[in-house]
């Protein structure tokens, strides 16, 4: 098998478990942003019978929304959502992308495009911006040789610290291209070409339940990972979506009953929930959350609204039947994608197949 200690079996979390970790103030917060949503929704409805429907209601209603989550995150300093904490300079960019992401006329390749783009600026943002007062000089080579050979130097942000001890905890299947992503990244910025390991979860939500009574089941016959490589480490997991926060609580959870003790766990996304993140920080001490875009509420199905529809779905292609093998996974994404990530998708296959 391709876990440790011989474990076996699947791992459960509910969603009352999740909840019993939420303050009082999170729910009257939470209520809070659905009754604004509710508003919010009025004039969805009313844009998509008439599209020449007023849209300054709807305006209005999303920018206090903003300013509300913008108020109670600085009161939360494990959550760092990109546009709360990075210039104004910077904020048009992350709405573009994510605004691209949302739109149901972004087709595949553009949507592996933009990922790319949006865990470019995420990386920056968790492990670069940290590092702006700490750089390093690198000497490169360029092809130019004449009238002799040409060398050019760059000062680029010393990361070392931040990123020697980490491993990439991937989500199957959803996160994997976003983990192979942060992991090139750290590839790239580390001075020795640092080659993160990887631990691959498989982990379902039961999309039969509604959010209150939703369960999470982590597959331990169908994961690969060694407790003893994650012990005392950094873990970074890197999912497009954080809804409702229960996937990673459950790898977590389990972890530590296992003895494993995390230095830190970072878990960065693309667009979190309000409850989602909540829940991560309540229940997980030593959680960072970090994201591009925050959203305000969930629906009674645990999606997030507005939300961007299957982040998996959209990444990887719909599972008929028999669902694919890591192996055929990646190779699906193709050979473009596979040359680019060549060094993660290494070692993956070597997770996989031992």
Request: hydrophobic content about 40%; charged content about 25%.
């Amino acid at each position: 098998m391709g876990y440790h200690r011989g474990m076996k079996g699947r791992i459960t979390l509910h969603a009352a478990d999740l909840d019993g970790w939420l303050k009082d103030n999170d729910g009257v917060l939470l209520e809070e942003m659905w009754d604004i949503y509710q508003a919010y929704m009025v004039e969805c409805e009313a844009l998509s019978e008439d599209h020449s429907h007023d849209m300054a209601a709807m305006v209005s209603l999303s920018k206090k929304m903003g300013h509300r989550l913008e108020e109670v995150m600085k009161d939360e300093p494990r959550i760092h959502v990109y546009s709360f904490e990075t210039p104004r300079e910077q904020h048009a960019e992350a709405s573009r992308l994510v605004a691209r992401l949302r739109s149901p006329e972004t087709g595949h390749e553009e949507f592996l495009y933009y990922i790319q783009r949006a865990y470019e600026l995420l990386f920056a943002h968790v492990y670069t911006d940290r590092a702006l007062s700490s750089k390093r000089s690198i000497i490169q080579r360029t092809p130019v040789t004449i009238p002799h050979q040409n060398y050019a130097v760059h000062r680029i942000p010393d990361i070392d610290s931040q990123i020697h001890d980490s491993v990439m905890c991937v989500m199957l299947r959803g996160a994997l291209l976003p983990s192979m992503i942060i992991s090139k990244e750290i590839q790239d910025y580390s001075s020795d070409g640092y080659m993160t390991p990887f631990a691959l979860f498989r982990i379902k939500r039961d999309e039969s339940c509604t959010e209150k009574d939703m369960r999470y089941v982590l597959d331990l016959d169908k994961s690969y990972f060694d407790l003893d490589e994650l012990d005392g480490k950094d873990l970074v997991f890197a999912d497009p979506m954080n809804a409702t926060g229960g996937s990673l609580v459950t790898i977590v959870k389990y972890l530590k009953d296992s003895g494993v003790r995390p230095k830190s766990i970072k878990f960065i996304n693309v667009i979190s929930a309000l409850k989602g993140s909540l829940r991560i920080v309540r229940a997980i001490p030593e959680a960072e959350v970090y994201t591009l875009w925050m959203d305000p509420v969930l629906n009674e199905r645990a999606y997030i609204l507005p939300g961007l529809g299957d982040a998996g779905d959209r990444l990887n292609g719909v599972d008929g039947e028999h669902p694919r093998g890591m192996v055929q996974l990646i190779a699906d994404y193709g050979q473009q994608i596979v040359n680019l990530y060549r060094d993660q998708v290494r070692a993956i296959e070597e997770r996989v197949l031992g």
